[in-house]
Structures are given as C-alpha cells and as structure tokens.
C-alpha cells in the first residue's frame, strides 16, 4: 500500500496497517475471556504475560511505533532493542514463578523473589519493580472501570486522555 507507506515516511503513521496487525495477533476467544477478567478484577501477571505475548507476535516495537501517528517523531523514547531485551526480561521473570505465584503475586516474600530474580537471570530490584508496576496497573484499570460505571473519567492517571 503505497499510501501508507508515504504516511510512515512523513512521519503520520500508519493506523490501518497496526489495526490488521492486532486484529491478526489477536485471539477473540482470548480477547473476551481478557475483557471478562478486567471487568471481574481477576488480571493477573499471567494474563499480563500473555498480552506482552500478542505485542511482540505483532513484530518489532519499533515497526510498531512508526505507526502510531506522531510516535515516531517522539524525543526521548527508548530504543527499541532495549525495550524488546526489557519485554523479554518481563517475561523471563513472570515465567520463574510458579502458577500460584502469577495468580496471587502477593504472596511473594523476599526469599520467593530471590528466587525468581535467580530463576530469571535478573535481579530482586528487576522483580520489585515489575511487582509495583504490575499494582500500578491493576489499580488504574480499577479507577478505569469505576469510572466507566459512573459515566466520568478519573483523576490522577499517569497519562491523559485529552
């Protein structure tokens, strides 16, 4: 499609070719059950696990990037080697734990993230980290759904959403 490519040269991006690339990577039976867990606040690190799955099924981020319109003119972004080395080690540290410890993640003592951080080659700062972003999520999305329930947006998100 030659006009999408001209839309990625200029730096407009390319929604079109991201939407048939999600709507590929994408598994509706999976996409539903997802939607079903958000609603119930049952997410847990192993669904986070497999959403990280489906992004990278969609290609390198940085393809990805270029096609969000005016991502690709961002200053200050990663790069996107180190964000696919930071998805990977995501995904090594949620694989080092057990399935309990996915579903219930604050169950994890010192001594467990010890042992995970060994596991995945990574270090009990990398786990905590996850950990705290992984709450930072969860409780964002419960604002998000408590929101959508009242019909108003809610305060104090990371980002905007004007």
Request: proline share 5%; aromatic share 2%; net charge positive.
């Amino acid at each position: 499609h030659p006009e999408r490519m001209a839309s990625r040269i200029l730096g407009m991006g390319d929604v079109l070719s991201l939407v048939e690339k999600a709507e590929q990577a994408v598994d509706e039976k999976q996409a539903a059950v997802l939607q079903k867990k958000l609603k119930a606040q049952a997410f847990t690190l192993e669904d986070f696990r497999d959403q990280l799955r489906q992004v990278r099924g969609m290609g390198p981020l940085d393809q990805l990037i270029g096609m969000i319109p005016g991502l690709s003119r961002v200053k200050g972004l990663p790069d996107s080697s180190e964000q696919e080395r930071e998805l990977k080690r995501v995904e090594a540290i949620i694989d080092s734990m057990t399935p309990g410890e996915r579903r219930r993640p604050e169950v994890l003592n010192g001594s467990r993230r010890k042992r995970i951080a060994d596991g995945s080659g990574t270090t009990v700062t990398d786990v905590n980290r996850l950990l705290k972003q992984f709450g930072e999520m969860q409780k964002m999305m419960r604002q998000l759904l408590q929101a959508g329930k009242g019909g108003r947006m809610p305060r104090n998100l990371p980002f905007s959403l004007h």
